[in-house]
Every structure is written in C-alpha cells, then in structure tokens.
C-alpha cells in the first residue's frame, strides 16, 4: 500500500501565498503521475496540477500562472507552491499518485487525507 501525507495547508490572506507539500511512502515499485485536486464546500473535487516522473505538468486554467507543481522523484514528494491567493481558492486540498506495486503491475490511484487550505478576503 502507498501511503500519502500532506503538509501544509492553513489560513492566509487573499494575495498571499502558500506551499504545500505531499510525501508518499510505503511498498511500491514507480510513482507515474502525482498531482494536487481540490474540493471547496458544495462542489466537485477537481484537479489542480498535476506532474509525471518525467516533469510535464498539466495545471487547471484557473490556476495557471499563480501555482506551481514540482516533484523530487527521490523523495517521492509533490510540492504545489500557490501564489497571489484569492478566497475562491480556499477548499480542501488533496494530494494523488497514481503508482504500481511491482514491475509490470495494475496502477492504482491513491489519495491523501486533505489538507485545509482558507483565504481570507
């Protein structure tokens, strides 16, 4: 099983800025994609960014040139560095790894507990 800890989150002010970071561990064999979703009261999670082993990102339009998604493959630990935050950031933040167990095996997605992330206007 692949364990995934967030770290993080908190309570800023609008047009401030937060880093969050996600560590996963446990018995696997590769880590494809990690990435960062997001679910606010009364919506749909949906997707942040996202980064494969090889480093392309893919990033929802809402965030693009305020957040970036970096990834050290050693550690196996995804980073999401937003900048100039508004309230309508402020959800619940989740890390995800879509990883295999042993070569040549299924991939299997796997979810962090969340992570509080709260701006203030």
């Known amino acids: 099983q692949v364990q995934l800890v967030e770290a993080g989150g908190g309570l800023v002010q609008a047009g401030g800025s937060l880093r969050l970071s996600c560590a996963a561990s446990g018995r696997m064999f590769s880590i494809n994609t990690m990435g960062w979703y997001r679910q606010a009261p009364g919506k749909q999670r949906e997707l942040v960014a996202v980064i494969t082993s090889g480093g392309s990102t893919n990033y929802a339009d809402s965030v693009k040139g305020r957040c970036t998604i970096s990834r050290d493959n050693v550690m196996n630990t995804v980073y999401l560095q937003m900048n100039s935050l508004t309230p309508e950031d402020t959800a619940v933040y989740y890390c995800?790894?879509?990883?295999?167990?042993?070569?040549?095996?299924?991939?299997?997605?796997?979810w962090g507990q969340g992570a509080q992330v709260t701006v203030s206007s």
């Open positions: 995800n790894a879509v990883a295999s167990l042993r070569p040549g095996g299924a991939e299997f997605f796997y």
